[in-house]
Nanobody
Framework: QLQFVESGGNLVQPGGSLRLSCAAS????????IGWFRQAPGKEREQVSC????????WYAESVEDRFTISRDNSKNTVYLQMNKLKSEDTAIYYC?????????????????WGRGTQVTVSS
């Protein structure tokens, strides 16, 4: 069974930064593209980023581009999401998931083995 553990969520002030981690246990992630998603109360899930299995290709939603950076460290079996200049509208539960074949973009179709999520709250 594939397992993911998201961590790094916290309460931060607007303009602050957080680094989220998506760690895999029981398997390796180096053969899977990984996506980051978020869902706020009353809103549909949205994709914020994706990284190819080699790390050579990345994608960001327009709402987070130039503020978020996705990366991976295969030696640690972990994918990261560095979030800078956080805004209140970034408040959500953040999830990672494995692409079934390659990065696709939307609400989560084409992904599986979702993590449980980590809460990010941006507030004064």
């Amino acid at each position: 069974q594939l397992q993911f553990v998201e961590s790094g969520g916290n309460l931060v002030q607007p303009g602050g930064s957080l680094r989220l981690s998506c760690a895999a246990s029981g398997f390796t992630l180096d053969d899977k593209a990984i996506g980051w998603f978020r869902q706020a109360p009353g809103k549909e899930r949205e994709q914020v980023s994706c990284i190819s299995m080699t790390g050579g290709t990345t994608w960001y939603a327009e709402s987070v581009e130039d503020r978020f950076t996705i990366s991976r460290d295969n030696s640690k079996n972990t994918v990261y999401l560095q979030m800078n200049k956080l805004k209140s509208e970034d408040t959500a539960i953040y999830y990672c998931a494995a692409a079934i074949v390659f990065c696709t973009y939307g609400t989560g179709d084409g992904y599986e083995y979702w993590g449980r999520g980590t809460q990010v709250t941006v507030s004064s």
